[in-house]
């Protein structure tokens, strides 16, 4: 996607990430009510497309910060196809079966298609790292914690008491854990792209 050019509503993608609040409320004002339509019109109500609304402007968030997501299409089309596609995961979830899909505010775009994909995949991975780094022992996150914030790890050995060799060896033996467990949920068959 990188030879692509950027579409010009990068600015909001640039708002997002600066916690600009004029274009926050831009986003919010201009495409939020498309979504609470489209929710409202499909076994939901205002406050669940609120939730949704606010869940994929922080999964965008992410997506931006820890990615450096480029928009390449509308963001019209980018955000109501995500918003969109965690509303039918929710009532899936629900076990809602009868969902009207109103094809008239479907986008028909593959830009927008492919970019809703990757931040869904990348939601879905950064939640099945969250869930499975919790389920490591506690020396283990507090060892990888100090090094997501120390660069040192030099610095980071002296923070927890304990010497240089040994915080490289338990950080290798964790990182080597967190991604057993990773790759051995059952989640992890379902991310692949």
């Known amino acids: 996607m990188s030879q692509k050019k950027n579409h010009e509503d990068q600015k909001y993608i640039d708002g997002l990430v600066q916690n600009n609040a004029f274009v926050i409320q831009t986003i919010y004002d201009k495409f939020a009510p498309k979504v609470i339509n489209y929710i409202k019109q499909n076994s939901g109500d205002v406050a669940n497309a609120k939730d949704v609304i606010q869940e994929t402007i922080i999964a965008i968030y992410h997506q931006a910060t820890e990615k450096g997501l480029q928009l ?5 089309a980018y955000f109501f196809l995500l918003c969109k596609r965690k509303w039918l995961n929710q009532l899936k979830k629900r076990g809602k079966k009868e969902v ?3 094809e008239e505010v479907l986008s028909k775009d593959d830009d927008a298609q492919e970019l809703a994909f990757e931040t869904s995949l ?14 490591l022992g506690q020396a283990c996150i507090d060892l990888l914690t100090a090094t997501f914030k120390i660069k040192s790890m030099e610095k980071v050995a002296e923070s927890l008491g304990v010497t240089y060799a040994y915080a490289r060896k338990k950080k290798s033996l964790c990182i080597g854990k967190l991604t057993k467990m990773v790759q051995e949920s059952p989640r992890y068959k379902n991310l692949k792209p």
Not at 72 to 76: K, R
Not at 122 to 135: A, G, N, R, T, V
């Open 72 to 76: 390449t299409c509308p963001f019209d």
């Open 100 to 102: 009207t899909i109103n």
């Open 122 to 135: 990348f939601e879905q991975q950064h939640s099945l790292f969250k869930d499975m780094f919790q389920k």
